[in-house]
């Protein structure tokens, strides 16, 4: 997502900037972020509506939307999605959290207390979206009742739901009544897994599911999708089983994804002829790859191989990308390391990527339909450092070996 200056925004809404700096200052201009003394805002900002004008008495002119248990992790997702959507996000918790999100305003109340809550309410809301992953909320109904009582039938609500909330269907229930009182929609999306700390859920596509509910399916109602959330269960051992190609892929995109500026990829493989193909998985994973470096994270590659293929893999299109990425980019020979310390190419096998010193990610031989594992056996990932800071001590770099 780019930004764009509060001159460019002036020039783009017909507007002062003196009035543009007021509204972030407001908090009425979604994703707005202030970068020591300027504000910059994402490109495709909707322009808030003018709150001076009486027009705005009468007609709805802003899109808002409130998150139920805003703290659970998947509002991280959530949100900015639909603040790229134009929508205006407010958040409802009943405990407080030490993680807040900063973008936008969240009340912390206690939901038993219906009166209270319907108090702080805003005259209007385009959706609702419920997040009831980790507990059932008491009073679930209760609450989303009194939210629809400010919707109408272009409005939309999202029950996103645990094992156990997903047994009570009250998305059948509820749409019943809606049809009856403004036409509204309401349906559910059902996390069939069960969720514990050893489990790794794909946030970003179940996001990306719950807004599409949102803004889409104008026409559909009391339905429940139910989905694993690409839940991939780490075993007592802190290692996934091996993961076929596709669920492998899968969950290493999402892990690069969420990589931010601090963050510190380390990563090993040894060139072989049968990879770095053009399959689209292969393609795939390379721009994430350089989307995580373009994004500031600290990423380290060392290519294994013998400098008898030198010759052969300058023309490798994935090398010459790397290269001209800001990918710290490593050449060892395979035959100085086979000579002088053949037991780091024991650990490589077929290479692996670490996150920080908390995650491995650990190729399998690509001949086999299991492509993976996800590790956090700390003792594994130890070990894997320090055969990574070994090999450093022989690295090249890559640019000056393929010139």
């Not at 020591?36 to 027009?55: C, F, L, N, Q, Y």
């Not at 990563?267 to 193909?277: F, G, I, Q, R, V």
């Not at 990527?353 to 995650?359: K, S, V």
């Amino acid at each position: 997502m780019g930004y764009l200056t509060i001159k460019q925004f002036s020039e783009k809404w017909g507007i002062s900037e003196r009035r543009i700096i007021n509204l972030c200052r407001e908090n009425r201009i979604n994703g707005a972020i202030k970068n020591g003394m300027v504000w910059m805002i994402p490109e495709d900002t909707v322009k808030p509506a003018d709150k001076r004008s009486k027009i705005v008495e009468y007609i709805n002119t802003e899109k808002r939307i409130s998150i139920i248990n805003v703290n659970s992790e998947i509002s991280k997702y959530l949100v900015p999605l639909l603040q790229k959507n134009g929508y205006i996000v407010e958040g409802f918790s009943n405990k407080k959290s030490n993680e807040k999100l900063n973008t936008i305003k969240t009340n912390t109340i206690d939901y038993k207390n219906i009166q209270e809550m319907n108090k702080i309410l805003s005259k209007y809301y385009e959706g609702l979206i419920f997040i009831d992953i980790d507990d059932v909320t008491e009073n679930k109904e209760e609450i989303v009742n009194i939210f629809s009582d400010k919707m109408n039938c272009s409005s939309s609500i999202v029950l996103l739901n645990g094992l156990e909330s997903s047994k009570q269907k009250l998305e059948e229930k509820i749409c019943k009544d809606l049809k009856e009182k403004n036409g509204a929609r309401i349906n559910a999306i059902n996390i069939q897994t069960k969720i514990e700390n050893q489990t790794i859920l794909n946030y970003d596509e179940i996001a990306e599911d719950v807004v599409n509910l949102i803004i889409g399916f104008k026409n559909t109602t009391g339905t429940a999708i139910d989905t694993t959330g690409g839940a991939i269960e780490f075993e007592k051992n802190e290692r996934t089983r091996n993961l076929l190609t596709g669920e492998f892929y899968k969950t290493i995109n999402n892990y690069f994804k969420n990589l931010t500026k601090d963050s510190h990829m380390w990563c090993a493989s040894t060139m072989l002829e049968d990879e770095w193909t053009e399959e689209p998985l292969e393609m795939a994973f390379r721009v994430t790859n350089l989307e995580a470096a373009n994004r500031g994270v600290k990423l380290e590659r060392i290519f294994i191989f013998s400098k008898s293929k030198i010759q052969e893999f300058k023309n490798n299109k994935t090398l010459k990308i790397y290269m001209q990425s800001n990918i710290n980019t490593m050449f060892v020979d395979y035959d100085e390391i086979l000579e002088k310390e053949p037991e780091l190419l024991k650990i490589v096998g077929d290479g692996w990527d670490g996150i920080n010193q908390e995650t491995l990610i650990v190729d399998l031989p690509t001949n086999s339909k299991e492509r993976g594992y996800i590790s956090r056996n700390k003792k594994e990932i130890k070990n894997a450092y320090e055969c990574f800071k070994r090999l450093k001590t022989y690295a090249k770099d890559l640019k000056e070996i393929l010139k």
